[in-house]
Structures are given as C-alpha cells and as structure tokens.
C-alpha cells in the first residue's frame, strides 16, 4: 500500500508567484541560500549544461526545511501556540521538527512504530514529539486525527498544502537568480511539492523554460495521473527512491497541469548509478531521491542536447552501510 | 613492507615561505581555490571551532594536486619535453597525470601490475602512461631507474621533495588567507608533504598557532621519527587510512623537527567514526584519510577547547562498496 493515498483534502487555492517571493522573505533568516554547482564532466556525460541547485545542503539536508518554515512562520501567534504536526518518518518530519523548534513551538511527528530508529531519533533532536502508530494507512489516519483533536495542532501536510508548496518554490526561485538563462528546468517528483513550486517559480522568471518532472518508473503515479488527467495511484511503488514514493496530491495535479509540466521516468539501475556518478564527480553526497533529476538527464529521458539545464537536488540523507564504517 | 622504505636520496633544500608563495602564483590557474566550511554540530562534538579546508573539492579530488602542479610547471622548457615520472597508485599519480596533461607533456606512472583497475584507469584518463611492475619494492624501483634512464624524465617524489612540499603549504596558506586567527592548524601526515608545506606556512602567517600532524597508530611512524630524531619506519603499517601509510621522508623530517610539529595519534575505529560524522553533517565526501585531522580533534588528542582549528581536509577518493550501488 503506498504511503500516501489516503483521501485527498478538497482542492486548496493555488499559489502564485508572489507568494514564493512572500515565503523566501518570510523564511531567509532559517534556512540556507545553498550553492549551485557545476561539474564539466557531468556536463560531457549528459552533453548539456548542467547547474545543480544544492539542496542536500539545506538545513536537515533536504529542500523540506524551505516548506516546512514557510509554514511554521506563516501560522499567527495563537495558532502557533498550539503547535504543528504531520506524519512524515522522512525529511519533511525532520523539517517540520527543526522549523518549529526554531520558532519555539510543538511539533508531534507520528510515525509507524517500525520506523528506523535513526529517523525517530533526528525528529526528537529536534525538539518534537514523535507519536508512535502501527504501521498501517489506518491507524496513521486515526492517530493524526485524534491527535488534531486534541491539540489543536495545525496539520502541514508534505506536499498538498499552498503554503508548503510556496516555501518549496523559493529553490527554483534561487537557481534561476544565480543562473537566469536556463533553457530547461527539472526536479524529482514524489507527492509533487517541489515541482508545483518549481513550476511556478520558473514559469514567472523564465516563462520559455520548459519544466520537467523527474520520477522512478516504479512509482511513476505523476506520469499516469498527468496523462489520464486525475489521481492514478500506483498501487506498491517500488523504487530506491524512497523520497518519491508517495502518491501525487491533488493541488499539486492541478498545478503542474495547468503549467504543461511534463515527466520523465528512469529505473533504478538508472537512479543509482547517477547517484553513484554524482557522489565521485563532485564528492557531494546525495540521497537516491535526489539522483533522480541527473539520471533523467544521463539516459536522455529528456530532449536535452546542448542544453542549459538547472536541476533541483533534493536531498542528501541516506542510511549507509554499517559495514563502511567498521574495522576489517 | 611499507611502500616507502627505499633508500632515501640526500636531504634536500628546505623549502621556504616564499617558495610556497611562489608556488601559489605559478599553479593558480591549474588549481582550484577550495571553500573553507564550518559545521556548528562538528563543532560541538569537537568542544573547538573548526575551519575545514575542503581539497577532497580539489582537482582530481586531493590537495595532492598543489604539489604536482608546482613540479610540472617549474621544470624548464627542455625538462618538461622529457616528462615526468612517479611510481604511486593512488592520489599523487592521478594528479601527476593532470598537471602533465594540462601543460602537454609526457608522464609515466609506474604501478604495481595488481593496483586496483580503478586506479589504473584514472590515471589514463589523464593522458599518462602507465607502467605496470611486479608488487614489490625491488621491481618498482628498477622500473622506475630504467624508465628515468631510458626516458630523461624528470622524478617527482610525493613528499620528498621541497617542490611539492611548497606546492601542498598553498592550502594552508589558502586557509589562512580565509580564517587568519587559528589557534592551532592540524594536518594529516603519511609521508609529510603535505604537513611540511602547512607547518611552513602558518609559521610564517600565524607563528602563534600550534601545528600538528594527524596520524593513524596503526601507521605512527611519523610519532616515532619526530621522537627519535630519525626515521623510524612502521614495518607493515596497518590502517584503513591507505593514503598514510608512507614513511615519513628526510626532508618532511627535517621540516616538522624545526617547527616544532607535534603528532596525535588515533585508531582505525576512531577514523571510520569521524569519517562517518563528516559524511552525514557536511554531506561532503571524504576519503578515511582525510577523516583522521577530525579524528583526532573528536578523540580529544589534541588539547584545543574552545580554540579556533584550521583542519586540511585532504581528499575525497574511495573505494565504495559496489553493493551501495546496486540494485535490491
């Protein structure tokens, strides 16, 4: 069952180029102007001109840190005192926890009790609480909504939520500032936060920039759902991209609908060895989510020749092997 | 056998401040000017403020290609005709083969016939010939006598050397140049070059900093040789850090024992840990030799609360595990 189908929230209004630029304001003081980098050898093997937006080192290692704040410092004083909660066990939990620490307000995570301990253990650095839940859609609905109940919490959801998708857009936002001229636009697609905020971004600072999604052929919901014209989940994605297995949102359809968005698919072999690629180009460590967007550009998933092309890298964190790091 | 126990040649001229000055004009277009990065989480587990200068963000991804770009742009025009020639299967030979290919002239690298294919290919994807010989001292050392007969080509030492040592002392001064007031600047040692170029130049741009040497015990003979007075070699150096498993060279020895250099030792344990640290907060790759300066700080074997540390992060090449990259 793929993580994310529960029933969507009713279609929410859609945000616009100002409120990025509202949401980069907002948000400047918390998170982190991360650089852009070029590498000439990634350029011969993609044959085009690549300039990677390096969220991986964004605060909790994850472009989620710039929606996360934009929402944490968005809610007024009395909502704020009630606190925030979402149920994320990846980097969208981890960024909710730091964006509210950071402004001094509670933060509950729920998460499935078999999570890995080290994802719990990140959120509860940060401050938050993590609210443990079996590991079913069901009991993560209930425990949410029990918990809204009684606290009074403000839900951010990871991706389906205007604000959210503001914060996510100030990435593109920033790339295009520093590189204007892109030709060509790309970012992973899970749920479809960043894209819609990519999207509208780009679409204001550089409207004949075309702008693609990247996405694993194993939850390749966003591809099918674009080209049907409503949801179509997948019912068990399977990818190592373990960032983008969610279920596109219905905000995020009408969003990259209405902006000709169009996705590109890769398989894993693919998404590792671009990993693997970027990781010994540019000692850079990034997680496989984020390779997704280089291994589109590597198999030629997009027309792409000679190209300059801005890409939207996602995140760094990643469990590595115990075995790396033990004495033989 | 250690790799570097061949008789060494006489000791050589030291090298001065202005040399490393002067290096730093001459490969300035060769070289990259790496980022000094700072990681307030690094710092508290450290209980001091760090200042990593990043050369796994260098050329071929070690600072190694400081010191070969100095060797290769010295030599007069009828030298660099003849070519250059090293015997190293690791960093020194990649950079070697760069700088070489950089200014069009010939070099040889002499390799045991069982160095990782890896290694072997790097190298040639610089444009360098390699030339393979029997995985033993006497063999090396008879390629490399015949090769420098046969050819005129010129031999650049990896440490041994006051050339490459003024071409590895511009990081430092790089890194002073950025952070001025350090307490104290620690380097990793192997064979010294690249302690003996930073010991010359933060004496002569901070003389009040401490300098030290980061070693792997399992490879201490650099701890020896300072407390002999002479060089004492490891017989078979154990240690995941591949890069420091040198001995300590005459020159480097007569550099660190007129600075006062002091070396701080740590475990293969404490390496991988460090390692590991520096992965996952900085995002950055780094190979375990470069971890062994952190290393040493997090062990605390080196006295610096509170102190304000420059740290050489030397490089940023590893073998990883094919199996990270594979797929389920």
Redesign the interface.
Known sequence: MPADTQTPPPVQPVPTYADVEAAAARIARYVHRTPVITSASLDRAAGASLFFKCE??QRV?AFKMRGASNAVWSLAEDEARRGVLTHSSGNHGAALARAAGQRGIPCRVVMPENAPRAKRRAVEDFGAVVVPCAPTLQAREETTARLLAETGAVLVHPYNDPVVIAGQGTAARELLQEVPDLDLVVAPIGGGGLLSGTAIATAALQPRAAIWGAEPSGADDAQRSLAAGRIVPVESPRT?ADGLRATIGPLPLAILTAHGVRIATVD??AI??A??LF??RT????EPSAAVALAVLLERAIPTAGARVGAIVTG?NLD??E??????
């Open positions: 991986n080192l290692g190592v894993d072999a590792l060895a990993m693997r990781w010994e000692k850079l460590l990034i760094g590595l092997p075995a790396l790091f033990q004495t033989g």
